[in-house]
T-cell receptor, first 111, second 114 residues
Framework: KNEVEQSPQNLTAQEGEFITINCSYS?????LHWLQQHPGGGIVSLFM???GKKKHGRLIATINIQEKHSSLHITASHPRDSAVYIC?????????????FGTGTSLTVIP | DGGITQSPKYLFRKEGQNVTLSCEQN?????MYWYRQDPGQGLRLIYY???????QKGDIAEGYSVSREKKESFPLTVTSAQKNPTAFYLC?????????????FGDGTRLSIL
């Protein structure tokens, strides 16, 4: 059983489309993170959320704590958005905070 | 610029050989982490360190060892006891363990068996 589930696993979109990636989690959290992994493997942190909504450029992240669900939206998608998007949660545990990671959503944006 | 440097980017290991992956950070972060990434799986925690001269096993520590002699350095040794070492290894850090802060990641090392 995975503490963090993402959907879809793979996503192909035409340039300009609106994209949504979903993340559900089953543990108590103090924060949720959206990460972007480029084809070379490096990972960049996009958002850290504990409530509500955050926006950065064409990216929007929302979280519903009661439903244990978060979404990452990309407006006006572009081929340079092609990457793997990973949802991670900072979960409360007996030893302090622990990170759990989803398996990622591989996004390909076609020109 | 501050960041995390992992080296080498690609590494090949012969059967029965130990190899060490380097991770250096100049962010003055206390906490450092090693993760393993396999296709179709989320990142899995190998070892983590909250502070110099202290480290803890993660979920998949068997066959690996680490040291934390300096704040900026957290090398990972993949020993011959690790029977399936082929994977992508990521090092991360953040200012302090237990704080709600994002992790900063290196660019990773891809390890393959010859």
């Amino acid at each position: 059983k995975n503490e963090v589930e993402q959907s879809p696993q793979n996503l192909t979109a035409q340039e300009g489309e609106f994209i949504t990636i979903n993340c559900s989690y089953s543990v108590g959290i103090s924060a949720l993170h959206w990460l972007q992994q480029h084809p070379g493997g490096g990972i960049v942190s996009l958002f850290m959320l504990s409530s509500g909504k955050k926006k950065h450029g064409r990216l929007i992240a929302t979280i519903n704590i009661q439903e244990k669900h978060s979404s990452l939206h990309i407006t006006a998608s572009h081929p340079r958005d092609s990457a793997v998007y990973i949802c991670a949660v900072n979960a409360r545990s007996n030893t302090g905070n622990q990170f759990y990671f989803g398996t990622g959503t591989s996004l390909t944006v076609i020109p | 610029d501050g960041g995390i440097t992992q080296s080498p980017k690609y590494l090949f290991r012969k059967e029965g050989q130990n190899v060490t992956l380097s991770c250096e950070q100049n962010l003055n972060h206390d906490a450092m982490y090693w993760y393993r990434q396999d296709p179709g799986q989320g990142l899995r925690l190998i070892y983590y360190s909250h502070i110099v001269n202290d480290f803890q096993k993660g979920d998949i520590a068997e066959g690996y060892s680490v040291s934390r002699e300096k704040k900026e350095s957290f090398p990972l040794t993949v020993t011959s006891a690790q029977k399936n070492p082929t994977a992508f290894y990521l090092c991360a850090s953040r200012p302090q363990f237990g704080e709600n802060q994002p992790q900063h990641f290196g660019d990773g090392t891809r390890l393959s068996i010859l």
